[in-house]
Every structure is written in C-alpha cells, then in structure tokens.
C-alpha cells in the first residue's frame, strides 16, 4: 500500500491518532486550516505551514523568483485569514538545488517580503538547505486572533447561508495556461495568470468575517470549492446545497472557458488556489454580514447555497438536477 491508495486526507487521518499528548491548551489540532492553542488567556495562538516543491506545486520555469516567494507565504497567510486571525511572523526553510541562481533565491525573498510588509508580518528564521534536484520551500506562519473571534471548519449549522469572498476557478484557468504553454495575449488571460501566481490573502476579510455576528464556520479555498465544502461538511456534520448558477465566475474565467470550451463552473468547483474564504453565516444575519462587507470592501460577498443536514454536498444545476459532488477537487496522491 502507498499514499496513492489512501490519498493526501486519508494518510493525515491516519497519522493524527495519538498525536496530542498535552490536550489542555489545545484548541484545534490537526484538521483545520491553522492549529490553535492557548497561550493567554484571551488570546489564542495560530500556526500553520505550507510546502511547496518543484514540479508539485511550481514549475521553476513558468513562475518568476518573486510571484514563488510571494506565493509561498500568501497560501500561509491565507490558512491565517480563514480561522479570523493576524498574521504576525514567519519561518522560512528552503531546499536549493545546485543549478538554481542565487538572483532567483533573491528574488524569492523580494517576493515574500513585499507581501510580508503589506500585512506587517515579520520573516523570524528559517532553515537552508541542499537538494539533489528540486527546489524546495517551506513557510510556517504565527498569528493570533482573540479567543471568542476565531473561525473553524466544524461550526456549519443546516440552515446557514453559504458565502464566498471572491471569484473561484481563476486560479486553475491560469494553470491551464502554464501547463498546456498557452501565451496570456489578451488582459483577461494576464489575470487569469495573475490570479494564479500572485493569490492575494483575504486576512482582512477574515478579521471582517470574525467579528461578524452569525458567522459560524470558515475555511480558505485551496483545494477548490467541491473539496473545502467538504472540509466544512466532513467537520460540521452536516451538508450543502451549492447553486450552480449563483457560483462567482469572473469575466475573465468565462471568456476563457468560451474562447477553449470549457464548463466555468466545472472550474469553480474542481479548481483550487482560489485562496477566497467561504463562510457559513445563520440566515437571520447573512443578509446585514454580506451588506456591511459590500461597503466595507467595495466588492460583494457572494451567496453560494446553503448548509443542509443532508450528510452530502449537492450541486443544483440551473435545470434544476442534483449532482453529487466529489470532494476530490486538489487532493494530492489519491487516484
Ligand atoms: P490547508 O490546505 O488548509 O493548508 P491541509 O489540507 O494541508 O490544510 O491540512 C489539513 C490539516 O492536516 C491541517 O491541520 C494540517 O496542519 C494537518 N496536516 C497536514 N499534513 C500533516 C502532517 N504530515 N502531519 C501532521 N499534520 C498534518
Ligand atoms: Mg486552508
């Protein structure tokens, strides 16, 4: 047997037994998007850490030095954002090939050190290290966030509205642009590209969300909307029902799946590295949460659907048949 047959979730179930030897200060452990304990007793720490490797993750040739350095943090920050929190400092180790330039592990730390400064976050150590042949890098991010504002996976109710910050699928339309050597000649596909190299953390919209009364559960889109509704529905207890037609596409992402014949919410739902919050709000508050947001941000928080106490995440197709969605939108190793 190998990770192929049991997939990226299935081993991190299976290694999370017997992991917590000191339980009391430990408010989330494995299985959210950032571990959270105590530390004070009104603040709760956050931590979380990201991998990314060559040929995985990035491709050395199709992402510049910066937009990898600026990525590696920004999908730290991201996991931050979704359990409410600040970022506030983090650890940086990397991997370096023999054949990789020093300009290019220059411009990886411009990279992260652009986005490091735009959310006050300061880069506290690392480790470095050689590798045979792939460029390795790791980024672990510290927050905090007040103890009765922090966000989880597990705190969905059947009823609650389901929310997104922002358009999904665009990330893997860029994707598509890289792997299949696609130039970007119009502005729709440069940001379609863009949305694929330099995702943007939504840890204002997160702290928004946090404080927000009715906000029930969160979590960041990095596996694509099908699988990270399913974190929220698997940790919840709960379903969903998600309206095909009310998903966020952008204009970008539909004149690309009309110019290459591609089904936009097919991309919204399987896509990942959208890096947007979904949330669950109590609908007797989802309409004055996404009101304030609208004029907080200047952008909507769009409705998706709803928590239901099905056990099964659905898809509601504009004809009106039901799908099943899979939860296997990025899920690394399984077949
Ligand atoms: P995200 O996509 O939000 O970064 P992951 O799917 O990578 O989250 O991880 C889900 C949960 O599993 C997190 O709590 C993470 O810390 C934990 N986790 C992932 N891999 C391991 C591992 N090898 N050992 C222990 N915990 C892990
Ligand atoms: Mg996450």
């Not at 603040?43 to 990314?52: E, G, R």
């Not at 699928?169 to 330099?198: T, V, W, Y």
């Not at 702290?207 to 909307?225: K, P, Y």
Request: net charge negative; glycine share 10%.
């Amino acid at each position: 047997m190998t990770l192929k047959h049991i997939g990226e979730f299935g081993f991190i179930r299976k290694i999370s037994s017997g992991c917590l030897v000191r339980p009391e200060s430990v408010i989330k452990g494995i299985g959210d998007d950032a571990a959270a304990f105590q530390t004070d007793p009104e603040l709760v720490s956050l931590v979380t850490t990201d991998l990314l490797v060559e040929g995985i993750h990035f491709l050395r040739d199709s992402i510049s030095g910066f937009d990898l350095g600026y990525k590696s943090l920004a999908v730290n920050l991201s996991d931050i954002a979704a359990m409410g929190g600040t970022a506030r400092e983090a650890f940086v180790s990397i991997a370096i090939p023999d054949n990789c330039p020093l300009a290019y592990l220059e411009d990886i730390y411009a990279g992260m050190k652009k986005l490091a400064a735009r959310f006050e976050v300061n880069i506290l150590g690392g480790d470095t290290t050689g590798s045979r042949t792939d460029l390795i890098i790791n980024v672990a991010v510290y927050g905090t966030v007040a103890q009765n504002e922090l966000l989880s996976r597990d705190a969905a109710q059947a009823g609650d509205i389901i929310f997104s910050t922002g358009f999904l699928g665009d990330s893997k339309a860029g994707l598509h642009l890289i792997i299949n050597g696609i130039a970007a000649d119009s502005e729709d596909l440069k940001q379609l590209l863009q949305a694929h190299l330099l995702p943007q953390p939504q840890l204002r919209e997160g702290r928004f969300l946090a404080q927000q009364a009715g906000l029930h559960a969160a979590i960041d889109t990095s596996d694509g909307l099908g699988a990270d509704l399913g974190h929220i529905v698997e940790a919840s207890h709960v379903g969903a029902r998600i309206c095909a037609d009310k998903i966020p596409v952008s204009k970008n992402l539909e004149s690309f799946c009309a110019r290459f014949n591609f089904d936009p919410v097919d991309f919204a739902v399987s896509g990942g590295e959208d890096y947007t919050l979904l949330c669950t709000v109590a609908p007797d508050t989802a309409d004055k949460v996404a009101a304030d947001f609208c004029k907080t941000f200047q952008k909507p928080l769009f409705p998706i659907g709803e928590i239901s106490d099905s056990g099964r995440l659905e898809l509601i197709r504009p004809d009106g048949r039901r799908l099943n969605v899979s939860a296997s939108g990025w899920n690394h190793f399984k077949e």
